[in-house]
């Protein structure tokens, strides 16, 4: 697959350097791939040590034959391809209201690659579950603080059964053709479709499987949804990523001429495909169908969209973007609010004056 390079020179967006927290210039880039170069980077710590361990993956707990694998035995195994994008569920987190902590995400903690790797349920196929397997662990080999807790956490979560052995969920090995580079996972990386992208662990270090619920720190704590302010009433995990879209371009405070202007961007979904997307330029009053490149999106991944918009006449524009899934989700006007400020998806916005 051809990878574009773009017509301009975008750079990442630093939020934080250690741990290093960058973002995709998502508004200066049309391709289908994200280049590699351009992959948004989230870390809970700082990059871990590499060292010949990394290469063995053990598989252990209940399972029948407990097995360490090799990355040459894992590389050697049948393989499949999937383009889907990565989303930090704090992505827009900057734009709740009320204001939330955690790190200020905009619009870029999304990025869209083509994984190539072995589906999970074929490793665990060939050491067998036990009939009391109930979720399915993984440790990282990333470590180090909270400010919750004492002591160190690797950072650690869990998958249901089900969602460990769906045909798509692969232990990853490459990423744009090539080994994943050492920033987003090298050598093994576990990717887990149409899920916000904490569970996708880079790193992976082991995976041991549990008959009981896991509760560790990254699974309990983090990554819930916490409706209240003051309270835990109504916690609920994280998990598939939310139907949502993106105005590439204009950006949001451009001034534009009087004349046809192209708006245009992308949607994607944790649930079917994305069937429509609408384009509104008075604020909400009416709404438009954009052009999808595609009729649908392909399973997984991101579709692109535009529209062709007559500029009436001078003035201020509230542009907004909403898109639908094939389940019937669609962007609300107001995402949910949550305390750790996760899974925002409200109608994409900006602000443009025509001269």
Request: proline share 7%; charged share 25%; net charge positive.
């Amino acid at each position: 697959m051809d990878i574009e390079k773009p017509s301009i020179i975008p750079y990442l967006t630093t939020r934080k350097l250690n741990p290093e927290n960058q973002e995709t210039p998502i508004h200066f880039l049309r391709q289908t791939i994200t280049p590699t170069e351009y992959f948004f980077i989230r870390n809970h710590f700082e990059y871990p040590s590499q060292t010949q361990e990394a290469f063995f993956l053990p598989i252990l707990g209940e399972v029948m034959r407990p097995t360490i694998f090799k990355y040459q035995d894992i590389i050697r195994m049948p393989s499949k391809h999937l383009t889907l994008p990565l989303e930090c569920s704090g992505n827009n987190r900057a734009f709740f209201d009320p204001k939330v902590y955690g790190e200020q995400w905009e619009d870029g903690a999304i990025s869209q690659g083509l994984w190539r790797g072995v589906p999970l349920k074929d490793l665990l196929a060939l050491i067998g579950l036990k009939s009391t397997s109930l979720e399915v662990v993984f440790e990282a080999y990333d470590y180090g603080k909270r400010k919750d807790l004492e002591g160190k956490f690797h950072f650690t979560r869990s998958l249901p059964i089900q969602k460990a052995l769906h045909p798509d969920t692969i232990i990853a090995y490459e990423l744009n053709g090539k080994p994943i580079p050492f920033k987003h996972g090298y050598p093994l990386r576990l990717i887990v479709p149409q899920w916000y992208a904490m569970a996708s662990i880079k790193w992976l270090k082991r995976i041991v499987v549990i008959d009981h619920h896991f509760r560790g720190p990254f699974q309990e704590i983090d990554y819930n949804y916490y409706p209240y302010k003051d309270n835990d009433q109504g916690k609920t995990p994280v998990a598939q990523i939310n139907v949502n879209s993106v105005i590439q371009q204009p950006q949001n405070r451009s001034i534009l001429d009087n004349r046809k202007h192209v708006i245009e961007g992308f949607a994607w979904t944790g649930r079917g495909v994305i069937t429509e997307v609408e384009v509104t330029t008075d604020g909400g009053e009416s709404w438009h169908k954009a052009n999808l490149v595609q009729e649908q999106s392909p399973l997984y991944s991101w579709t692109f969209w535009k529209f062709v918009w007559k500029v009436p006449n001078k003035g201020e524009y509230l542009i907004m973007s909403r898109a639908k899934d094939s389940f019937g989700n669609i962007q609300p006007f107001k995402a949910k609010w949550n305390r750790k400020g996760y899974g925002y998806n409200a109608v994409y916005t900006v602000k443009v004056k025509v001269e």
